[in-house]
């Protein structure tokens, strides 16, 4: 065989790959663009859902819940980043879906068992941590900021004249569409802690004892964290300390029960050597 045949049989499957790889991306790019379609369709109703919180703290002030258009074309982007947004939760399923359709094939069978769950596991803990960023979150937040109005003081009834003057909310709907949604993304990313230590414990990139030994540099690293993704009220900075550490916690629990698996496994199988893997951790209890 020539090298230009040897060069052509080489490409081959590299062609494949990439006709592959297209037709998913096509597939995955319509599901979001289907999804962002719906989405505008009902953009309204998406926005009452996502004004609630600040609505409720408003009515818990006696204030009426009215959001600004502040330039002419900003319902309009309201309404494009309702869209978008919704339309990659939407056409989540079917891209993840797309994803493992290209990744499965070139996985050995205990592979694909032990990376699916992970796929699954990753949009539920996104949602989770969602839901909390809007339920608990969001509510602490607008009262902190809320909190800082002021009633215009006028020195008499007959008078009327003006000793401080009046701080009243009169927000943008857009700048509150992007506080809220950040705030949404900024905790499902953050929920994500324990689906990527523990599938970085699977591939053996990270291992229960390293987790324990870096717990300082994970607090600073949580506390730095908290103090972005919060508004500078100590509550939801310790709520989101507390939940994120505790995530932590749990994902160095789940990336020890890997470690168990795997020893187990290798023990099995014979390829299991103390003097070389070791053994458990002092502080791991084996029958856990």
Not at 208 to 231: D, E, H, M
Not at 253 to 264: F, G, K, T, Y
């Amino acid at each position: 065989m020539s090298a230009h045949d040897e060069l052509e049989d080489s490409s081959a499957p590299l062609m494949e790959h990439l006709t592959e790889l297209r037709s998913r991306l096509i597939y995955s790019v319509l599901a979001f663009i289907v999804g962002m379609i719906i989405c505008f369709m009902v953009w309204n109703p998406v926005f009452n859902f996502l004004t609630e919180p600040l609505c409720n703290a408003l009515n818990d002030r006696g204030q009426s819940c009215d959001l600004q258009f502040i330039a002419l074309e900003e319902g309009f982007f309201v309404a494009i980043s309702i869209s978008l947004l919704g339309g990659l939760v939407l056409g989540f399923p079917i891209i993840s879906y797309q994803m493992w359709r290209f990744v499965a094939p070139g996985l050995y069978k205990n592979e694909k068992g032990a990376f699916l769950p992970f796929l699954l596991a990753s949009p539920i803990m996104f949602f989770i941590g969602a839901a909390f960023a809007y339920s608990v979150i969001t509510p602490l937040a607008f009262n902190f900021f809320l909190g800082f109005q002021q009633e215009n003081v006028l020195t008499s009834d007959q008078d009327a004249t003006a000793v401080a003057a009046g701080i009243i909310f009169q927000g943008s709907a857009k700048a509150y569409l992007s506080l809220t949604i950040k705030f949404i993304v900024a905790f499902g990313l953050c929920f994500q802690l324990p689906v990527l230590l523990t599938l970085m414990g699977k591939a053996g990139l990270v291992s229960a004892k390293g987790l324990r030994g870096t717990r300082k540099f994970a607090v600073v690293g949580i506390l730095i964290v908290a103090a972005l993704a919060t508004p500078p009220d100590v509550i939801s900075q310790v709520i989101l300390f507390t939940v994120v550490y505790g995530l932590y916690e749990i994902s160095i629990q789940l990336v020890a029960r890997v470690e168990r698996q795997r020893e187990a496994k290798l023990r099995a199988e014979g390829l299991w050597d103390d003097d070389i893997h070791g053994d458990l951790d002092d502080d791991e209890d084996p029958k856990a």
